[in-house]
Every structure is written in structure tokens, then in C-alpha cells.
């Protein structure tokens, strides 16, 4: 049920309430249970009558009523109500369509500990959208169930705890955050305290389980590049401090040369077991959306052609299943608005015309001055054909952008902060590349494209002059 839905709902309840105990006689008493319970029928079958029965109430002039009469009269609707967030990203399926070879690769190296052994640590990577986080979060489900079960045969317990290192960039904030996790309720860490301190009862709060504690760090280049490999290197030696417990780690990235970045001492103490996520094709991305359409939609609710043309532009998307789910969705609830009867062809294409437009322009529209200016900067070597730069190149025509239009720039320290918040918004794209004994440096690209960039910026008070003959004429 959406929160529009619920709102509407909950009003026609207190409406009927209202109306059925204002005079109510005997049979009035007997049939109000009954009034109310078929409010939900009502609603979704025929707006007409709903409208009579709250005439004269404060409902008859209610957007939320206007709305649903502008609704086509589809028997049913286009969605199953209570199914429909099975389209979005963040929902984990019990079956996983094309990832059980990756889904029992996981499976066999944690079993280890089903034996009483040590699971060895794993590397999964793969591009965004093929299913990584999906997979691991379905096999912590697994794992919870059988925690029991290795209990009552006297088994150190297996337990998987998850964390987003795009949330937790910092060693602080990760090492807080797992212990906390494992902290009695009540108990958790408090913020002032030094990282040897939170170590010190991240052991304690590991210790206590007495489990092999599988500890998944998402995203886990986003650590890395935000504060190097401090933390990868306490967790790889976490072992040799735990009494007993056991700790092993689960990396998952869409950027595999994250790898190469760490510090040979991490990777030989790390030595994990590597999983890849290969790209999703157009066969697949349909057999997926038809095992989730099959429980989200009503019966005959999708047109021809739809599901395959979901997966076709996802294909074309580097293989990723959320830009196809969420297309599907987006295709359905603009059919929904318009009071159609299926979801069709065109839908899909507005669709895709509303997510790739309106999510991207919008947001960089939404950004700070100095964040559009680093934008522009990209923009402005994208265009004249550098397509990866670094970021004292980046700062430069920064610096010059501010220059132009009367502003003190910031820190090339902050700005390359700027560039990562880019990255984490899917506008520019960095990449921290080792140079070896020279250090380390993020190549950087334009991420969203040069017709959505213009399109943002074009009608702004302060950069649209500059999307003309200034940048054009900048020397690099």
C-alpha cells in the first residue's frame, strides 16, 4: 500500500466513523463493522459511490478522491497494492533468477563453519546493478535460520552483520557501527570516545557472540578512497585478538581495481576467494522482470512488448536489473495516472524519458554553487574531448570558474571532497588510480551526460552565460 493510499484510507475511516455513530439506530450499529471493513473495495472498484457517501463531508473537495476518479476503471487496478515494492531495488527476493551459480559459490566457502571451520575471506565485484548485494543479503537471511540449528549441535554459531562503507567512509564510523551492531541494547559506543578505545570493545562485543561473525562491507571502495586502508588492515588482523570468536569479511565493489590500491601487507592477510558479477543480458534481465511482474501486477495488466523493451534499454545500461525494475515500475505507475488500461509501449518510453532525465537534471540543479561549479569544470573538459582528467585539472578550470563569476574558490582538499559526493550521485565518476611509489590519484569523468549537464545548467543565474563562448574559449 502506498502512503497516498494509506493517507486516503485512514480519512475514510474516520469519515464513516463520523457518519455511522452521528444518529446511529440498531441496524445502523450491526451494519457500521461491515460499512467500514468494505471501505477498501469501495475505493479501489467505484469512485462514483465513494464520492456519494462523503458528499457533504470535508472529503468532497479531497485531491487525493479527484485523483482516483481520473483513473481509468481497469477492473483490479495495474497492481497487486501489496506487491507492488517488489519492483524496487532494494527488495530481496527469494529466488535470484541467473545468480545460482554466484548465490552457491558464496554458500560453499561460508559452509566451512557448518564444519567448524574458518570460512576464507571474499572479493565480489562486478558492475552496478548484477545482483552483488541481492545475493549476500539473501544468504544472510539463510544464515539467520540456521543459526539455531548450529546451536543445538554444538557449533560455534555463524552470523553475518551488513554494512554500507558508502555510509561509514571512515575507520571511526565503521569500527562504531559493527560494534554497535553487537552491542547489548542500550549499550552502544558513545561518539567522544578514541578509535583504541571503540577497537578495544569491538573485540569485546565480537568476542561475546562466540560466533564466526561474516562482516559484509558494501561498497567498500568508497572506504578506500575516502581513508585508505587503515581499517581493512585492522579487520584483516582482527583474528589473533578475539578469544572465541572468529571474523571474516565479505568485500563487495563494482570497482575491482580497488584491489590493487591496497597495501600488500592487507591483501596477503586478506587473501580472499574471488566471486564475479557478470553483466546481465537482455534474456536475462527479462526472465527477471517476468518472475517479479508475475506477483506485481493484475492478470493481463502489461501490454506486448513491455517487459522485453525494459530489459533492452537496461542492456544497453551495462546489464543493470535496477534501471530495468525500475523502469517497469515507473512505466506501470504512469499508466496507472493516466487511467489506462494495460501498460504499454509508450509508457515505457516516458518512463525512461522521466528517470533519465528529470533524476539527473534535478539533481545537479539542486547542488551548491561550488558543487555546479565542479561540475561544469568536467563538463568543460568533457567537451573539449578529455574524457578522464585528475583533480588538479579539474581544480584548475574550478578556480577559473570562480574567477569569472566573482567567487572565492575552496581547497583543492574540499574540492576533491566535491568530486566524491559527485560520484556517490552518479554525476561524475573517480577512480583512484596507484602510481606506485608516486602515490596515489582519482581519474575523473563525466557521468551524466553532456545534454543533461547543459539542460541543468542552461537557465542557471550564475553558470548558464558560461555554457557559451566562456568555456569554450578556456585554455587547458
Known amino acids: 500500500m502506498t502512503g497516498q493510499e494509506a493517507r486516503l484510507r485512514y480519512h475514510e475511516r474516520e469519515q464513516y466513523q463520523q457518519i455511522e455513530t452521528a444518529n446511529p439506530t440498531e441496524g445502523d450499529r450491526k451494519s457500521s463493522g461491515r460499512a467500514v471493513g468494505g471501505l477498501k473495495k469501495v475505493v479501489e472498484e467505484c469512485p462514483d459511490r465513494l464520492e456519494e457517501k462523503v458528499k457533504g463531508t470535508s472529503l468532497n473537495k479531497n485531491l487525493f478522491l479527484e485523483n482516483i476518479k481520473g483513473r481509468g476503471r481497469r477492473k483490479g487496478g495495474i497492481f497487486r497494492n501489496e506487491n ?6 532494494d527488495y530481496i527476493p527469494d529466488e535470484l533468477p541467473h545468480r545460482e551459480k554466484e548465490l552457491d559459490q558464496i554458500v560453499s566457502i561460508l559452509s566451512t563453519a557448518m564444519d567448524g571451520g574458518h570460512p576464507s575471506n571474499i572479493f565480489i565485484y562486478g558492475t552496478t546493478g548484477t545482483g552483488k548485494t541481492a545475493v549476500v543479503l539473501n544468504v544472510k537471511r539463510q544464515v539467520e535460520e540456521i543459526e539455531h540449528i548450529m546451536v543445538g549441535q554444538g557449533l560455534r554459531p555463524m552470523r553475518m552483520l551488513y554494512v554500507n562503507c558508502r555510509l561509514h567512509d571512515t575507520k571511526y564510523t565503521l569500527l562504531s557501527n ?9 549499550e552502544n559506543i558513545p561518539s567522544g570516545w578514541p578509535t583504541e578505545r571503540v577497537y578495544r570493545q569491538l573485540l569485546k562485543n565480537i568476542d561475546r557472540t562466540g560466533a564466526t561473525l561474516i562482516l559484509v562491507l558494501d561498497e567498500v571502495n568508497a572506504l578506500v578512497e575516502k581513508s585508505g586502508d587503515e581499517a581493512l588492515y585492522l579487520l584483516s588482523r582482527i583474528n589473533p585478538d578475539l578469544g572465541r570468536a572468529r571474523v571474516t569479511t565479505i568485500s563487495i565493489t563494482n570497482n575491482p581495481q580497488i584491489w590493487n590500491i591496497l597495501n600488500p601487507s592487507v591483501r596477503s592477510t586478506l587473501t580472499p576467494e574471488d566471486v564475479y558479477f557478470e553483466s546481465y543480458n537482455a534474456e536475462q534481465l527479462r526472465d527477471i522482470l517476468e518472475h517479479r511482474a508475475r506477483y506485481t501486477f493484475t492478470e493481463d495488466a502489461l501490454g506486448q512488448g513491455v517487459i522485453s523493451r525494459c530489459a533492452a534499454i537496461a542492456a544497453q545500461e551495462q546489464g543493470d536489473a535496477r534501471i530495468a525494475l525500475g523502469l517497469l ?24 524519458k522521466a528517470i533519465e532525465t528529470s533524476k539527473t537534471t534535478g539533481v545537479i540543479r539542486g547542488l551548491s554553487f561550488h558543487s555546479k561549479a565542479v561540475v561544469l569544470s568536467i563538463y568543460a573538459h568533457t567537451i573539449k574531448g578529455f574524457r578522464k582528467v585528475s583533480t588538479g585539472e579539474v581544480y584548475d578550470i574550478y578556480c577559473k570558474i570562480c574567477g569569472l563569476l566573482g567567487k572565492s574558490p575552496l581547497t583543492q582538499r574540499r574540492v576533491s571532497d566535491l568530486i566524491s559526493e559527485l560520484d556517490m550521485l552518479g554525476i561524475a565518476r573517480s577512480l583512484v588510480i596507484s602510481k606506485g611509489r608516486y602515490g596515489r590519484t582519482k581519474e575523473i569523468k563525466l557521468a551524466a551526460s553532456i545534454e543533461d549537464v547543459r539542460e541543468a545548467l542552461i537557465e542557471d ?5 558560461l555554457l557559451g563562448i566562456e568555456i569554450n574559449q578556456m585554455t587547458f
Open 329 to 352: 515500475r515507473t512505466a506501470g505507475e504512469i499508466a496507472e495516472r493516466k487511467g489506462a488500461d494495460k501498460v504499454r509501449d509508450d509508457h515505457v518510453m516516458q518512463a525512461h
Open 84 to 89: 507492488r515494492d517488489l519492483l524496487r531495488a
Open 461 to 465: 543565474e550564475d553558470f548558464g552565460d
Open 178 to 186: 559493527i560494534g554497535n551492531q553487537l552491542s547489548p541494547e542500550g
